[in-house]
């Protein structure tokens, strides 16, 4: 027997979870289909009730009776649907929400429509509500916010697909009426990327699901190359650098210490034995030209130019300009 299946009626009944299907099939191949599948009697026999059931008996060709209902209107079906679905415990508080704002939906527009239509209509909308509230166990206010959750969702399963609408109803993710609303008039990118999240189970809630994606944070970047070593004792450029100029300091001091007393030892010179006083200030000065010399040559880092007047210039090469420093003279 083959059985007609309405997408609108279908999409009113919460699919079962993995687990619930795999123990419906187990039972069904065990016991049979025991339950009788509801259909809507003189219309192509439409499911209103036992949609999964009927799946898995033609697949697995299990046999399975049927039990017909008859309504005279379409809205009367859907109804049916919905309350069955309502009496149920099994159901999300998510799905038991929409179904009953979709109830009162469909009664209120048998009572006149919308709520701007009159007073009169006004109080069979309330009258409605309270029916409906007492016959769940809940207040008034509760069936009107229902309501607009389920125009919510609708909204959301129309903007964004039926799939994310079952992972709301299913309580897979947490959404508020206003949360819906904000999803379902989103900009299509912003509806693109919440259906891939929730799709993926990336997000609890769909408000989570709509925030911009962080972007990872840059790369960092590269450090710039460890600065040339002086010579080859693995010691960088601004340690050595002070060392250098300690070493000057030390030179410079000596060196103003020796034009000091330059004088006064050839001022010895005219007395007796100034022969030899004058030997040892020309050695003296020899031996400052000789440590300028070695300088010169043993350090490519460091060249000092000399200049008449016993003025010194050091240049440090290999270093870039801004690190050279000011090209300082120093007068002996």
Not at 35 to 59: M, P, S
Not at 105 to 111: A, Y
Not at 271 to 289: H, M, Q, S, T, W
Not at 292 to 306: L, S
């Amino acid at each position: 027997m083959e059985l007609t299946v309405d997408r609108e009626f279908s999409t009113l009944i919460p699919p079962p979870t993995p687990a619930e299907l795999a123990a419906l099939l187990e039972s069904l191949q065990a016991e049979g289909c025991r339950e009788k599948i509801v259909v809507w009697a003189n219309h192509n026999d439409i499911i209103l009730d036992g949609h999964t059931r009927y799946r898995l008996c033609a697949e697995h060709e299990i046999p399975f009776q049927t039990r017909a209902l008859a309504f005279a209107t379409r809205d009367e079906a859907r109804n049916w649907i919905i309350n069955n679905q309502l009496s149920r415990r099994n159901i999300s508080d998510e799905t038991r929400s929409y179904l009953m704002g979709k109830v009162y939906r469909e009664v209120k527009g048998e009572h006149g429509g919308d709520r701007n239509s009159g007073s009169s209509a006004q109080l069979a909308h309330l009258k409605t509500a309270d029916e409906i509230a007492a016959k769940h166990g809940v207040n008034q206010a509760t069936v009107r916010r229902a309501e607009k959750y389920a125009d919510a969702v609708d909204a959301v399963a129309e903007a964004v697909g039926e799939e994310i609408k079952e992972a709301i109803l299913e309580g897979a993710v947490k959404a508020t009426t206003a949360d819906l609303k904000a999803l379902a008039e989103a900009p299509a990118a912003v509806r693109k990327q919440a259906a891939k999240r929730i799709k993926a189970g990336e997000v609890k809630s769909v408000k989570e699901a709509m925030k911009a994606e962080e972007k990872p944070d840059p790369e960092p970047e590269p450090e710039p190359p460890p600065p040339k070593l002086l010579d080859g004792e693995n010691k960088p450029v601004p340690d050595k650098l002070a060392d250098v100029f300690e070493a000057r300091k030390e030179f410079e001091a000596a060196g103003r210490k020796i034009s000091l007393l330059l004088p006064e030892l050839r001022k010895l010179a005219n007395g007796p034995g100034g022969e030899y006083f004058n030997r040892e200030a020309d050695a003296v000065i020899r031996d400052l030209k000789a440590l300028r010399y070695r300088i010169t040559a043993n350090g490519p880092h460091a060249v000092v130019d000399r200049k008449p007047g016993w003025v010194s210039l050091i240049v440090w090469k290999g270093l870039p300009p801004e690190q050279q420093g000011a090209k300082q003279e120093h007068a002996f």
